[in-house]
């Protein structure tokens, strides 16, 4: 992680650089760069291993206090950024009339799902009264699509 701008008390911006070599080899190269707001806190990379291949999750914590994830492919020798966030626009089409999933849920990777929050057209920011959207995913064409949903109801 690196700190990047001329803030004397803070960074303006941070950086997370991941690098590889081969074994044996003293040149890195670079693999996956991402730069966020200076106050935004990452968590170690995770690689999980799936039926689509080697899945890397980058998280960042941003000052907000919301989280922002970065999911990866490995394919032909590189990191090959994902899609994840055609699937919600796709949630939205088959929700009921009057219910939206304002705030996106995250993909886990682990088992391909995703739990997203639904509100009423009524509801305020904090409150969701209209179910959970329970997603199963997949991945095609570097992007992860709905495979089913199921939800569950409200109050």
Partial sequence: QYCLGNGKEACDQRALLLFGNRAYTPQAK????RIDLGAAVYDDPIIIMSD?????????????????????????EQWVL??????????????????T????????????????SLFRNEDGDCCSSAGVANVQLG???ERFFLRSVSITDGK
């Fill in 30 to 33: 670079l693999l996956v760069q």
């Fill in 101 to 116: 999933a304002r705030k996106g849920g995250l993909p886990d990777v682990d088992t391909m799902s995703s739990q997203v």
């Fill in 52 to 76: 689509y291949g080697s899945i890397m999750v980058i998280s960042a914590h941003l000052p907000d206090g919301s989280a922002n994830n970065n999911y990866y492919l490995w394919q032909t």
């Fill in 139 to 141: 991945l095609l064409k």
């Fill in 82 to 99: 994902l899609d994840n966030l055609e699937w919600l626009k796709e949630l939205s089409t088959r929700l009921p009339k009057g219910v």
